[in-house]
């Protein structure tokens, strides 16, 4: 079953590459289509939603909800997109009801989960031996040995540390309407267990898609998604558990302080950080957009649409001092928000003279990213076993941080498609595109890209087959951009630093931590591609083959720089 979007895309698209970070429920997938573009600085697709950008990606989706996915990997599709499509653009596009077709689908998922394999390592026994043989006889007594051998002694971690994971998922979808309005609402409930003790992941959707003909020159629709995940505890420290003794006692029987490994390791105990700490991550996203398609005249239509993305992101851990000897109860907190919006609007001309079909698109959009996060530790708390990170008042020291950032966007674009007859096919795009991540005349960005095809399956000379009922051969070449560097980065910031002159007094003062970088300017992947596209057997079988070319320039690098030259780090664009 699919608990996750990114799930869709793995396995399944020719191109696009996905893996998982981790095996912990809830966490993203890395997807990158065919393969990196930047050194250091964005190769993750551009993730469109119902027309969109999606500043979360895909996160926060209900797979119920999605009626097709596709991505787009060559030039001159992604060049639509302009700067943003330079690494991939993936199409997401929900579902939406159907005219005279009520439906109510309720569903219930429910798994299990076990690690497929251990790793082999020795037990109580074994190990109790081999440090008698290292470290010499009598380093674990006879006694003690004999009692790891008939298991009265002895620590299992696998036994002491995983578990069976369980999983229910709940879906339920009301759809239907009339020939002038459709409708549907979903909701969605995810609780998953993993493998590991202690670490729980929630999910929590809801949706509601809204498809009305206000007038017959005026449609209207409306789509709102909200959605909320929950991380209880982020896992285990699998390497530092595969080297922790065995012969050990686990926790000391008077003060509850779980022991360290006497032998082999310094790393506090495994078992007592993950059943003595604790932390948990929530994520909050709305997603909301709404479309007016004016029909101005036969075939000239003017679609005006504005999306708005927010997410708040607060996270919490306790560090217990019961996980080993020496430590203290200390705490942390963090909290990002951040608000995207964007406007779009799109006037299209679309016309077919006999065999000649014509489609003309001029597009002019804004957009605006912004956020603030606010973080603060807390050290030595005083009474942390009560309160856990829910009082940093208690705590000995305490160290607060929190920062602002922006960046907005400006674009045009212009493309006209031309098809005669089916079988021969020209496109050509121009974009512009204006990032207040540059200095000066850097700002904009230009990014033109061209197509043509040709479908021999639709020639008058293969009309008596039927084999084939496509047979396209497509070539195409564009230029795209990326701007995918922190904002402010091209400019020259300063940092606080403390120094004590010698002194137990320590004095705040400046230094420039990054140097100016006005020159910085987009960089660029120039994209050659080749493919033929075929479908045979009454389109039963169907498969493409593509052979594509990309280079990148002007790369957008972070270079860090000497530390006598004082400064850390500057903004280049290299090759």
Do not use: C
Not at 27 to 56: C, F
Not at 365 to 377: M, P, R, V, W
């Amino acid at each position: 079953p699919v608990k996750n979007v990114s799930d869709i895309l793995q396995g399944r698209t020719p191109g696009v590459e996905v893996t998982s970070l981790s095996g912990m429920p809830g966490r993203s997938a890395k997807v990158r289509v065919r393969g990196t573009t930047s050194i250091n600085k964005g190769n993750d697709p551009l993730y469109i939603v119902d027309g969109i950008v999606s500043s979360s990606g895909l996160e926060g989706l209900n797979p119920m909800d999605i009626q097709s996915v596709e991505v787009l990997k060559d030039a001159s599709s992604t060049a639509i997109y302009g700067s943003r499509g330079a690494n991939g653009v993936v199409l997401v596009t929900t579902r939406k009801g159907i005219a005279g077709k009520n439906q109510v689908v309720f569903d219930v998922q429910t798994g299990v989960s076990n690690i497929a394999k251990t790793y082999d390592v020795m037990n109580a026994y074994e190990y109790a031996l081999a440090l008698n043989d290292i470290r010499g006889a009598g380093t674990i007594s006879d006694a003690d040995v004999q009692a790891y051998k008939n298991g009265t002694k002895g620590i299992d971690y696998y036994d002491l540390m995983f578990q069976t994971g369980m999983s229910q998922d709940y879906k339920l979808s009301l759809s239907g309407g009339t020939p002038k309005l459709q409708y549907l609402v979903s909701a969605n409930v995810l609780n998953q267990d993993a493998v590991t003790i202690t670490t729980n992941y929630k999910r929590y959707n809801l949706r509601a898609n809204i498809d009305s003909e206000i007038t017959p020159w005026l449609n209207f629709s409306v789509k709102l998604n909200t959605s909320r995940m929950h991380s209880h505890n982020g896992g285990m420290d699998m390497n530092g558990t595969l080297v922790y003794s065995p012969t050990m006692v686990l926790r000391d029987p008077v003060t509850g302080i779980y022991n360290k490994d006497p032998y082999n390791s310094i790393k506090d105990n495994p078992y007592g950080a993950i059943v003595e700490n604790y932390s948990d991550s929530y994520r909050n996203y709305l997603q909301a957009n709404g479309t007016f398609l004016f029909k101005i005249m036969d075939g000239l239509t003017l679609s005006v649409q504005g999306g708005y993305n927010y997410y708040h992101s607060p996270s919490y851990w306790y560090i217990s001092r019961l996980r080993g000897p020496g430590g203290n109860d200390d705490m942390g907190t963090s909290s990002s928000e951040g608000r995207f919006w964007q406007n779009v609007n799109n006037l299209t001309y679309a016309k077919k003279f006999g065999e000649h079909s014509i489609t003309a698109t001029a597009v002019w959009e804004i957009s605006k990213d912004e956020g603030t996060s606010l973080s603060g530790e807390g050290k030595k708390l005083s009474n942390g076993d009560i309160v856990g990170y829910w009082n940093i008042g208690n705590a000995s020291s305490r160290d607060v941080n929190n920062s602002y950032w922006g960046s907005s966007m400006a674009s045009g674009l212009a493309r006209v498609m031309y098809n005669y007859g089916g079988r021969y096919f020209l496109t050509g795009t121009f974009r512009a595109d204006g990032s207040s991540k540059f200095q000066g005349d850097n700002k904009w960005g230009y990014f033109p890209s061209g197509a043509i095809a040709w479908d021999l399956a639709q020639e008058g000379f293969m009309k008596d087959q039927e084999l084939f009922q496509q047979l396209k051969l497509r070539a195409s070449f564009g230029i795209t951009g990326n701007q995918a560097i922190d904002p402010y980065a091209t400019l020259g910031m300063l940092e606080t630093k403390q120094y004590g002159w010698g002194t137990p007094t320590k004095y705040t003062g400046y230094w420039s931590n990054s140097y100016s970088s006005a020159h910085l300017r987009w960089e660029k992947t120039y994209q050659s591609n080749i493919g033929l596209d075929v479908a045979m057997l009454d389109n039963k079988l169907n498969f493409t083959v593509e052979y594509f070319k990309k280079q990148s320039k002007d790369l957008l690098f972070q270079k860090q720089l000497p530390g006598f030259m004082g400064a850390g780090r500057t903004n280049e664009g290299h090759g």
